[in-house]
């Protein structure tokens, strides 16, 4: 199976929006749920880090998939394409740190 794109990703994610409706709702909606996503993806590598417990990689692979998803709609509902914004960001980092960062 080839690999997706930002920009594939972003529209296949979109099919199943719809919570947020349209507008200042949609993004704000999405932008809580990109931060409770990203707190529990946090949790588990604390409770990976902290108490040792047991993490798979699937199961941190799905939690990575929900904040994905949530970022897809944050651009989404922000008129932004997801391509777009990785592009802008590597290139911040080039300019940033040209011989990359240590």
Do not use: C
Request: net charge negative; no cysteine.
């Amino acid at each position: 199976m080839p690999e997706l794109t930002m920009n594939e990703y972003q529209n296949l994610a979109e099919r199943t929006s719809g919570a947020g409706q349209q507008g200042e709702r949609r993004q704000i909606i999405a932008a809580l749920g990109l931060a409770g996503e990203a707190g529990e993806f946090a949790n588990m590598v604390k409770k990976l880090t902290a108490h040792g417990h047991e993490i798979s990689q699937t199961d941190l692979a799905d939690e990575l998939g929900d904040v994905l998803w949530y970022l897809a709609e944050a651009a989404s509902a922000s008129g932004l394409n997801l391509g777009d914004v990785a592009q802008q960001n590597v290139e911040k980092l080039r300019s940033r740190y040209p011989q990359g960062f240590s």
